[in-house]
């Protein structure tokens, strides 16, 4: 089974910045896709960045481009979303999910597994 967990979530002030981390089990890491998404109370959830099981090709939405930057560590089975310049309507619990399809995230299909999420609140 694989499994996702993602960490990093907290409360900072508008222009802050956040590191979230989605921790990758089931020995997928290394030819995963994986999606960042977030939703808030009465909205759809929202893809925010995808990226390859290599890394070469990366997707970010664009009301996040220039302020958010997508990585992984395959050795470390870790994908990373660093959040800067935070904005409040970046508020929201942000989840991780994977799939070995890499085309899945980046044409907004649904992904095959997903963590639980992690909140991040932008308030003054």
């Known amino acids: 089974q694989v499994r996702l967990v993602e960490s990093g979530g907290g409360s900072v002030q508008p222009g802050g910045s956040l590191r979230l981390s989605c921790a990758v089990d089931g020995f997928t890491s290394d030819y995963y896709t994986i999606g960042w998404y977030r939703q808030v109370p009465g909205k759809e959830r929202e893809i925010v960045s995808c990226?390859?099981?290599?890394?070469?090709?990366?997707y970010y939405v664009d009301n996040v481009k220039g302020r958010f930057t997508i990585s992984r560590n395959n050795a470390k089975n870790t994908v990373y979303l660093q959040l800067n310049r935070l904005k409040p309507e970046d508020t929201a619990v942000y989840y991780c999910?994977?799939?070995?399809?890499?085309?899945?995230?980046?044409?907004?299909?649904?992904?095959?597994?997903w963590g639980k999420g992690t909140l991040v609140t932008v308030s003054s």
């Open positions: 999910a994977g799939d070995p399809y890499g085309a899945t995230c980046f044409f907004g299909y649904n992904m095959d597994y």
């Open positions: 990226i390859s099981s290599s890394g070469s090709n990366i």
